[in-house]
Structure formats: structure tokens, C-alpha cells
């Protein structure tokens, strides 16, 4: 991809990333315009209130949670120095690599009546009392900390980000105002990092909006959980797309709340040499203190599951076990995901720099359409798929046919053509969201400034000698037309370039340069410029033609 087709293939590939998302969402609309006439009734008495209560408040909790552990761990790891920050550094993202539902197992197993946290507390209680205090996780407050716990890294990745690059004078200005470091983070650090903020909570939302197997497990019975309960339990799949088309009306207003938090909101920094706010050092108790703080998720997040995953394997001999297909299985797995990571950064990137370079609102619902596919559940998306890709496979039959060629057979679905397709949309909503927090907090002034200097480098760049040598056909005509005697060599002079410059409309460059030596264009005397001499002409003639001699080579 080139500078100069860049502007037209970015449009196109986010018109392309919208179709892609918008396929199996279209698909799931067609289906939920099936009737269901017994079904709503039923849904609207024993199901929607519940689910739309418990959706809420999981929404609500885990953002909290994530809000609270994100903002801090970012806040510490970005503006303190302290032991073992290189370290976090790199561990605080670990918690994604952990499934939500692999969570949920390996806490309610912990935490049963029998479980490790119930043996460990029988050695001083006794198991009465030792029971009384194992927390219930099967339950609203257990899966929002779990969930949390897990999903944090996204508020962390984006703040981080942020707080890095904040500039160090806004910070100096309110400390000497008298600000303390609370009131810095929270009247200044914070509202500049509320692009990340929003890009990094609306994660979450849809990230839990989509979770099932940690809610279903934990007894949380939320709207996705009802999608799969009325598709399988009941047997309607019109009714599952119908509160498919529900979860999507939600993740519509997560993406208007994560816009409406983003508003008017933009990262100043100094535009010629931005200085960073330094780190303050951190040492002893209060260094101790600031690691433990960043530490006590990771922890809780990936090695405690990590750990009790290693410890049933080893416990339970599964290493002698292992079959040798799981390699295969190992190995198309990694590759489905290289492959829909690449696809979806190259698509997420395409729709937000179109968007950025030339705002529209085609763009911007190109943009609100590519994400919504992180809300549907993989079975739901895999169900919306299911009818474009056999349609595309039968188009492709019918071409091969038409052509008197061998069919084809199943292209796309009977290879992992269509499984790369699947994460690609789910997942598109990632780097999208990431791409345009980042893109937010570069001011607009750059893109203007880039695309001037890009015409002034084509205007450069012309036919002819004029636009191969510039400055020595200006520094020749100067001195051709001061070394000649009388007073109308100067304006002379003038006129000629004024004249080159009348016919090269974009040569800019050349007055300027003109303009430099002295030679500038007259304000009267229609398109051409006519240039019009002044007082010292002759004078200003006598300096350059010295000037030219003393230096032939000089262009």
C-alpha cells in the first residue's frame, strides 16, 4: 500500500470490514423476523426481567472492578519508579491468557466446602467456623470479581498507554498552584486519559456481555445466557435471534457511551518537544507497598489459576496421557489465530484511518458496525455465518460449473477459512478500539501540517530543470538580469519568475525562494503578478549578482 493510493484503498477496506460484520449480523436479523408468538410471552414473564436486572449489574460491577484495578496499576506503573516495575511491566497483561470460565472452575474449586481455602482454614477453626467463611462465588458479587479479575488488562493496556505520553507542563502548572499528587491525577492525569478510559471500559462491557460459560457456572443468568438457554432448552432459533438482536441493541449503546465519553476530549502535548512527566521514585516500605499493589492482581488474575491448573495436572498424571493429536490440534489453533489477529489489525486500522483522514459519517457507522460483532456469542456467530459462507461456497460451484472447470467443493467451510472469519469479526472490535484511542490523542494540527509539507515536496517536484534545480535557475536569473545595465533588469527578473510561478499554480516554492533573494512578486497587474519595481531595486540587484558570481555551483 502506497502514500499515494493510501486514501482510496482505506475507505474501501472499511466499507469491506463493515460488510464482513454485517453478514451474520443480517443473517441473525432474517432469522429473528420468523414469528414466535408463544414464546415473547413467556420470555417477558419468567426471563427478560431477570436477565436485563443481572446483565445490568454484571455490566456494572465488572466495570467497576476493572475501573478501579486498570487505573490504579497504570497510574503506579506509569508515573513511579519502584522495585520490580520492569517486571509488572510485562506480567500485568498475563490475566487475558486466562479464559473467564477457567477462572470460575479453578475459584469455586478453591473455594467449595472441602476445597483447598476450606482445609487450610480447618487447621485453625474449626470446620463449622472455617465453612462460615468461604465467600459464595456461585453469585452476582463472585462473578463480577472474578470476571474483573480477569478483564482488568484492558483498562490497564489503554490508561497506560495514555499516562505515558501526558506532557509534564500541565502537571507543573497546577503543582505550583499548590495541587497535591491526588489532585493532579484527578483534576488533570484522569480527564486527559478519557479517550483510553472509555476505548478500555467499553472492552469489558462487550467482553461480558458475550461471556457465558463463567456466568452460566456462577448462576448468573444473563441476556446471553438466555440466548443459548431458549436455543437449546427450547428449541426456538428464531427466538434465540430475537434476544441476539436485543444483546446488539446493547452493544449499540456501549459504543454511543464509550463515543459520548470520548467527546470533546483530546491529548494537548507541547507540538515541538513534548516533555514527559518523569517517574518519582519509590523506595522502601512505600516502594514495597506500590509492588504489592500491582502485584495483588496479576496474582489473583493468572497465577493462582495457572498454578492450580499445574498442580490437578501433575496430581492427576494427565502429562502420561496426553495424545499426540492434541499437537495438531495445538498447532491449528495457533495458526487460525495469527491469521485472524493480522486480518483483524489490518481491517480495525484501515476503518479508523479512513475515518481519520477524511471524517464522514458513512466512515464513522463503518466504524460503530465493525464492533458490534464482539457482543454475539460464538455459537450465535457461528450460526450468522453459517448462510453467507454457503452461499459464497454454492457462488463459487456455480462459477467453476459456468466455466466447465472442476467443483470446488466446500471452500470456505470445509477449511478454517470460515473459523478465521469468525474470530476476525468477534475480535474486530480490539484493535479498532485500541487504534482509535491512540489515533484521539494526536492532534489534527500533524495530519494538516503532513499534508501541506506533501505539497510542498510535489510542487518541488516538477518538469524541467526549474523543478530538478530550482534555487540555480533562480540564483541565474538573478544575476543575468542584475548584471544588465539600467533599471529595468530587476523588475525583469521579477516578472520572469513571477511569469514560471503564473503558469505552475503549486511551484509556490519558487516565490518563496524568489521572495528570499530578494525577487517578489507586485501586488497589481492581473493572475500573472506583474511585479512592480521598488525603491531599492538596484541595490538589492548588486548584492545578489556578487553573490552569484563568488558561488556558480552553488545550486
Not at 473455594?111 to 487447621?123: I, K, S, T
Not at 512527566?277 to 496479576?298: K, S
Not at 524568489?514 to 503578478?529: M, N, V
Request: hydrophobic share 50%.
Amino acid at each position: 500500500m502506497t502514500i499515494r493510493f493510501a486514501p482510496r484503498i482505506a475507505p474501501a477496506l472499511a466499507i469491506l470490514t463493515a460488510a464482513l460484520v454485517a453478514m451474520p449480523v443480517a443473517a441473525i436479523v432474517a432469522l429473528a423476523l420468523q414469528p414466535v408468538p408463544d414464546l415473547w410471552r413467556h420470555l417477558a414473564d419468567y426471563v427478560l426481567p431477570f436477565a436485563l436486572r443481572d446483565t445490568a449489574l454484571l455490566l456494572a460491577g465488572v466495570g467497576a472492578v476493572t475501573l478501579v484495578a486498570g487505573t490504579a496499576t497504570a497510574w503506579l506503573i506509569s508515573r513511579h519508579e519502584f522495585p520490580g516495575r520492569g517486571l509488572l511491566v510485562w506480567l500485568m497483561p498475563l490475566p487475558l491468557a486466562i479464559p473467564t470460565y477457567i477462572a470460575a472452575y479453578v475459584y469455586v474449586d478453591l473455594f467449595e466446602p472441602l476445597g483447598l481455602a476450606h482445609r487450610a482454614l480447618q487447621l485453625w477453626l474449626p470446620p463449622r467456623d472455617a465453612l462460615a467463611l468461604l465467600p459464595n462465588l456461585r453469585s452476582l458479587p463472585g462473578a463480577v470479581v472474578i470476571i474483573g479479575l480477569v478483564l482488568y488488562p484492558y483498562v490497564y493496556l489503554a490508561m497506560r498507554a495514555m499516562f505515558q505520553v501526558q506532557s509534564a507542563e500541565f502537571a507543573e502548572a497546577a503543582r505550583t498552584l499548590g495541587a497535591g499528587r491526588w489532585t493532579i491525577f484527578r483534576r488533570i492525569s484522569l480527564p486527559m486519559a478519557r479517550p483510553a478510559l472509555a476505548v478500555g471500559l467499553a472492552l469489558v462491557g462487550l467482553e461480558t456481555l458475550n461471556d457465558i460459560g463463567a456466568s452460566e457456572y456462577l448462576g448468573v443468568r444473563t441476556l446471553t445466557v438466555s440466548i443459548f438457554t431458549t436455543w437449546l432448552n427450547r428449541g426456538s432459533l428464531p427466538g434465540a435471534a430475537q434476544l441476539s438482536c436485543l444483546a446488539l441493541a446493547m452493544v449499540a449503546g456501549l459504543v454511543a457511551l464509550e463515543r459520548y465519553g470520548r467527546r470533546n476530549a483530546a491529548a494537548e502535548q507541547a507540538s515541538e518537544s513534548p516533555r514527559l512527566v518523569p517517574r518519582t521514585p519509590l523506595v522502601g516500605a512505600r516502594g514495597g507497598l506500590a509492588f504489592a499493589a500491582c502485584f495483588t492482581p496479576v496474582v489473583l488474575g493468572f497465577v493462582v489459576p495457572l498454578v492450580f491448573l499445574a498442580r490437578e495436572t501433575v496430581r492427576r498424571g494427565l502429562l502420561a496421557q496426553i495424545d499426540g493429536a492434541i499437537w495438531r490440534d495445538t498447532f491449528h489453533s495457533v495458526t487460525f489465530a495469527v491469521f485472524a489477529t493480522a486480518a483483524a489489525l489490518l481491517l480495525g486500522f484501515a476503518t479508523v484511518i479512513a475515518n481519520r483522514w477524511r471524517p464522514r459519517p458513512w466512515k464513522t457507522l463503518a466504524a460503530t458496525i465493525a464492533r458490534t460483532g464482539y457482543a454475539l456469542p460464538g455459537t450465535v456467530l457461528a450460526l450468522g455465518l453459517l448462510t453467507p459462507v454457503l452461499a459464497l461456497d454454492n457462488a463459487l460451484n456455480a462459477l467453476a460449473r459456468g466455466l466447465g472447470a472442476s467443483l470446488p467443493g466446500l471452500v470456505l467451510m470445509g477449511s478454517g477459512a470460515a473459523v478465521v472469519l469468525a474470530y476476525m469479526i468477534r475480535f474486530l472490535a480490539v484493535p479498532t478500539g485500541f487504534v482509535g484511542a491512540g489515533f484521539a490523542r494526536i492532534p489534527r494540527d500533524y495530519d494538516d501540517s503532513a499534508r501541506a509539507a506533501r505539497r510542498r515536496a510535489e510542487a518541488a517536484r516538477g518538469q524541467g530543470a526549474l523543478r530538478r534545480h530550482p534555487q540555480r535557475r533562480i540564483l541565474l536569473a538573478a544575476r543575468r538580469y542584475a548584471e544588465e545595465p539600467g533599471d529595468a533588469g530587476p523588475s525583469q527578473g521579477r516578472e520572469w519568475l513571477c511569469r514560471r510561478d503564473a503558469r505552475r499554480p503549486r511551484a509556490g516554492a519558487h516565490t518563496e525562494a524568489a521572495a528570499g533573494l530578494g525577487l517578489r512578486p507586485g501586488a497589481g497587474g492581473g493572475r500573472g503578478g506583474r511585479a512592480r519595481a521598488a525603491g531599492g531595486d538596484r541595490r538589492r540587484a548588486g548584492r545578489i549578482a556578487p553573490a552569484a558570481k563568488r558561488q556558480p555551483g552553488s545550486a
